[in-house]
């Protein structure tokens, strides 16, 4: 099984870190935060089910600016042969 190394930067973790913090933040954006977060500094990758809740995310109106650049960024750390 194919290993993607990517690892999420230090302004994503950053906003994760905010995006976790803020209560007004949505349950999916608080998820993809979580996940990007847990990828920081590891060589874990996006498992199957989020990286079909990530791809939905940026296919759809109803989600903001930084509920999309997490989607993005977990999305991008997903199984290469996925």
């Known amino acids: 099984m194919s290993k993607n190394t ?3 930067s230090p302004n994503i973790a950053t906003l994760a870190s905010e995006t976790l913090r803020d209560a007004s933040s949505s349950k999916m ?15 874990k990758q996006t498992g199957s089910e989020l990286e079909e809740q990530a ?7 109803k989600y ?12 991008s750390q997903s199984n290469k042969d996925r």
């Open 64 to 75: 903001n600016k930084t509920t999309k650049k997490l989607a993005a960024t977990v999305l």
């Open 29 to 43: 954006a608080k998820s993809l935060a979580a996940s990007a977060l847990a990828q920081a500094n590891t060589q």
């Open 6 to 8: 990517k690892k999420t």
């Open 55 to 61: 791809s939905r995310v940026l296919q759809s109106n």
